[in-house]
């Protein structure tokens, strides 16, 4: 089965950091990018970054720059994002995403679960 | 970075019915455009890509239009399901941005 299956809720204190897991199954894991998104509670969806999973490059939005780090073990075909210096504004739920592409567009065409962090004293 | 405005923010309507969600983007992005559905509690569903290419498995009640700046995602009849959140979500340049979404509720 095509899956991408996340790494369970956590629960941070301020200043903490945070490493969240994303298992690709059911496909070649290396033949597509994986980025990273999340949605803070009652909110919209915010793109932190990506990453290629055969170079290890990756990018990331400039709002999340210095604190995240996205990396790779594709022996078992999982990514991961770290973010640190964490705030009550990162509680949110995380989102990795499978980057599809087509001649005119980059898309999200397969979803984890989501992984909420919750950023609490 | 490239804003998406979507509108309306959310939408009232009944089964059977026909809805249009609008997006726009601040700068051209070609066919770079793609919408996804969210229900409550679950990750977003790519419905349409590249403007208007319909998803693998995804009713072809959904269908995509648009190209520049202005996009438009049509639902020709609603069912029980489709009562959800919609997002735009541009691919054009990094970062991606997304609309604001709107919420499809049951009149």
């Known amino acids: 089965q095509v899956q991408l299956v996340q790494s369970g809720a956590e629960v941070k204190r301020p200043g903490a950091s945070v490493k969240v897991s994303c298992k690709a199954s059911?496909?070649?894991?290396?033949?597509?990018?994986i980025n990273w998104l999340r949605q803070a509670p009652g909110q919209g969806l915010e793109w932190m970054g990506w990453m290629n999973l055969n170079s290890g490059n990756s990018g990331s939005a400039q709002k999340f720059q210095g604190r995240v780090t996205m990396t790779t073990d594709t022996s078992i075909s999982t990514a991961y994002l770290e973010l640190s210096s964490l705030g009550s504004e990162d509680t949110a739920v995380y989102y990795c995403a499978r980057q599809a592409t087509s001649i005119w567009s980059w898309y999200f065409d397969l979803w984890g679960p989501g992984t909420l962090i919750s950023v609490s004293s | 970075d490239v804003q998406m405005t979507q509108s309306p923010s959310s939408l009232s309507a009944s089964v059977g019915d026909r809805v249009t969600i609008t997006c726009r983007a601040s700068?051209?992005?070609?066919?770079?455009l793609n919408w996804y559905q969210q229900k409550p509690g679950k990750a977003p569903e790519l419905l349409i890509y590249a403007a208007s290419s319909l998803q693998s498995g995804v009713p072809s009640r959904f269908g995509g239009s648009g190209s520049g700046t202005d996009f438009t995602l049509t639902i020709s009849s609603l069912q029980p399901e489709d009562f959800a959140t919609y997002y735009c979500?541009?691919?054009?340049?990094?970062?991606?941005?997304f609309g604001r979404g709107t919420k499809l509720d049951i009149k």
């Open positions: 059911g496909y070649t894991f290396t033949s597509y990018e």
């Open positions: 979500q541009q691919s054009y340049s990094i970062p991606y941005t």
């Open positions: 700068q051209n992005i070609y066919s770079s």
